[in-house]
């Protein structure tokens, strides 16, 4: 049980203040007993707002492990892309997630601020990016790639969604080291104190003892998801379609679990009622995994050719004994 003091103080400080609406329990002293974020979201940093940033880091890093990924599929003869297709991928890829996570965050949780500062999209630097708006992006950028270079679609896209669970691992990672998306109020003995998002009368004041459902995420939604796609990618022969039917599913099942020791994103777009049931993020995920039970069941009902062997995977004909 969390100290009944500190609960005390935490709700005679913030009842009724404007703060209470997301962070409504806080102290001006951490909680004695759990360990305190203090993290710097800054690996190196040239001025006080300036520098090179973890959650940039895991954006670097990801896409870097993203064309890693790619070569070797090529290499390997699980995918039909050459050097030159795999690099122009990879940039379309890039604009689809910055700017899919970005106006998702708008859409899909800020539809108001949208309505009335539009301009607010491009100041990525004050955060809100949308894991499912990402997705969206993503699927949009491949589509016109595709289209562009007369390729199957879902076939790409089967050889893509095997390239988001690393960012997600390092994306969440990041979060947790930026003291960000805290979790719900806990008495775990592993629960951590984050600073809360406000100072009053210049001090800064501390969240109580909350879950670091961050970590939580990166577990579920990056290393289970890498395994999980990696393992379906290389050891099955799946119909085009069905592996990205089965991360959708997947995706969607480890988010709503996640979602039970993550504090709810506040959402001007969803009705009162919903929201009392399921949060903003569950109920994108269950939406996200009943569409990728359609698509399964559709990968594995319409007839379609065997996908072609990449020339590189293709064996040297064996010269002929005469």
């Not at 990618?233 to 599913?249: A, C, N, S």
Request: charged share 15%; hydrophobic share 50%; net charge neutral.
């Amino acid at each position: 049980m969390l100290p009944a003091a500190a609960v005390a103080a935490a709700n005679a400080a913030f009842t009724g203040t404007a703060v209470a609406a997301t962070f409504p329990r806080a102290t001006p002293e951490p909680v004695p007993g759990y360990w305190v974020h203090n993290l710097d979201p800054f690996l190196i940093r040239f001025s006080e707002n300036f520098g090179l940033r973890w959650y940039g880091l895991a954006y670097l890093v990801s896409f870097f492990i993203g064309s890693w990924l790619l070569g070797v599929y090529s290499r390997r003869g699980k995918s039909p892309l050459t050097s030159a297709q795999n690099s122009t991928l990879l940039f379309a890829l890039i604009l689809g997630v910055i700017f899919g996570a970005r106006l998702g965050e708008f859409l899909l949780y800020q539809r108001e601020v949208l309505a009335h500062d539009p301009l607010a999209v491009f100041r990525v630097w004050e955060g809100g990016m949308s894991s499912h708006g990402g997705m969206v992006g993503v699927w949009l950028a491949l589509g016109i790639f595709a289209w562009c270079q007369k390729m199957n679609y879902w076939r790409l896209l089967d050889i893509v969604v095997t390239l988001a669970p690393p960012g997600f691992l390092l994306g969440r990672i990041a979060n947790f080291i930026n003291g960000e998306l805290p979790g719900r109020e806990t008495d775990v003995p592993w629960a951590v104190v984050f600073r809360a998002p406000y100072s009053s009368g210049g001090a800064q004041w501390y969240l109580l003892p909350r879950h670091p459902s961050t970590l939580y995420a990166a577990a579920l939604e990056g290393a289970l998801m890498v395994a999980f796609t990696q393992w379906r990618f290389w050891r099955f022969k799946l119909p085009p379609g069905q592996l990205v039917g089965e991360t959708m599913v997947a995706y969607g099942a480890v988010r709503v679990a996640d979602e039970f020791f993550r504090e709810p994103d506040a959402s001007d777009v969803l009705p009162a009622w919903l929201t009392d049931v399921l949060s903003p993020g569950q109920f994108y995920s269950v939406l996200l995994a009943l569409a990728g039970a359609g698509v399964i069941v559709w990968a594995r009902t319409r007839k379609v050719p065997p996908p072609a062997v990449s020339p590189a995977a293709e064996p040297a004909a064996s010269p002929a004994v005469e």
